[in-house]
């Protein structure tokens, strides 16, 4: 069974910085494309980044461009979120996604996998007020 636990949130006065971390268990996060969502009360959830496997392409949601940077280490199984200058707007529940897997291997052979899964975290509460 996968789960993901994320930690990091909380209140950061405007232009600040937060750093989300989402740690996995039961799955190779390598494997997996990883993404971080966002939801704010009334509104939809909207992905905000995400890192693709395997090549580990990221892509963001254009208000979140230049300011956010999805990371991941693979041998701590865990993916990141480095927020700077962090706007108002930018309060909601943030939310990790594993999305797989995209392939997996036995032995050297490595095959694509054409099964996968959706996995979320529980969220974790970003605010950013002065």
């Known amino acids: 069974q996968v789960q993901l636990v994320e930690s990091g949130g909380g209140l950061v006065q405007p232009g600040g910085s937060l750093r989300l971390s989402c740690a996995a268990s039961?799955?190779?996060?390598?494997?997996?494309?990883m993404s971080w969502y966002r939801q704010a009360p009334g509104k939809e959830r909207e992905l905000v980044a995400q890192?693709?496997?395997?090549?580990?392409?990221?892509n963001y949601v254009d208000s979140v461009k230049g300011r956010f940077t999805i990371s991941r280490d693979n041998a701590k199984n865990t993916v990141y979120l480095q927020m700077n200058s962090l706007h108002t707007d930018d309060t909601s529940v943030y939310y990790c996604?594993?999305?797989?897997?995209?392939?997996?291997?036995?032995?050297?052979?490595?095959?694509?996998?054409?099964?996968?899964?959706?996995?979320w975290g529980q969220g974790t509460q970003v605010t950013v007020s002065s």
């Open positions: 996604n594993a999305y797989g897997p995209s392939y997996y291997c036995s032995g050297s052979v490595c095959y694509d996998s054409s099964i996968r899964h959706d996995y």
């Open positions: 039961g799955a190779t996060i390598s494997t997996y494309t």
């Open positions: 890192i693709t496997s395997p090549n580990g392409n990221t």
